[in-house]
């Protein structure tokens, strides 16, 4: 190792910059709401719980992942805190000149009109809550001739490599449900015509 690569001070620290670096999908700046994919809305609640067992409860305090602006919050201690908290009247509303919240600056949060209770139930459906929506238009759309022209090929390829009949009729059912041509390209390939 060189000299340069161990001295303290320097940023080439691996551990540090990547080890440590600890990325979700909640972590949004205010006035940027999330759209009601089931997917992000499960990464959502489950990245920062995935951050606090990988790194540990300070994680956010952690210098790649720390805001380059101070945060002004109730929040005064807490689990591993290694920041002296700048305010000691971290609570709301107070008299001493501690945090309040402010509103006007955002707007009313985003988020998603109910009707009726919250309950733990089967979430029901919108018209663009479908499996095939976004791979259809990324087929249609974003593809050109050519990349649907590897994606028959890809597709095709695998099908004909020992898929029972029954597995390939579901996965020709399925490709036709996300673009009806190129189901039917695929499945002119796996047959052979």
């Not at 009601?36 to 990245?47: A, E, H, T, V």
């Not at 719980?49 to 201690?77: C, E, F, M, W």
């Not at 689990?79 to 919240?101: L, V």
């Not at 139930?121 to 976004?134: C, I, N, S, T, V």
């Amino acid at each position: 190792m060189s000299e340069a690569s161990v001295r303290p001070g320097r940023c080439s620290s691996y551990h540090v910059h990547i080890e440590q670096a600890a990325f979700e999908p909640s972590n949004l700046v205010p006035g940027i709401g999330v759209s009601p994919d089931k997917m992000l809305l499960g990464r959502i609640f489950s990245y920062p719980d995935t951050h606090r067992y990988r790194i540990g409860p300070n994680y956010a305090q952690l210098p790649p992942n720390r805001p380059h602006v101070p945060v002004h919050s109730y929040a005064k201690d807490g689990p591993m805190r290694f920041d002296a908290a700048r305010n000691e009247t971290p609570y709301a509303p107070n008299s001493y000149g501690g945090p309040a919240a402010q509103p006007e600056l955002w707007g009313s949060p985003l988020g998603w009109d109910v009707a009726g209770r919250m309950v733990r139930e089967a979430y029901p459906l919108h018209r663009e809550d479908d499996d095939w929506g976004q791979a259809g238009t990324m087929v249609r759309q974003v593809l050109d001739d050519s990349a649907r022209e590897r994606l028959v090929s890809n597709i095709s390829g695998h099908l004909k490599n020992g898929v029972s009949a029954p597995v390939l009729a579901r996965a020709l059912e399925y490709w036709r449900k996300v673009d009806k041509g190129l189901g039917d390209r695929i499945a002119t390939k796996v047959n052979g015509q």
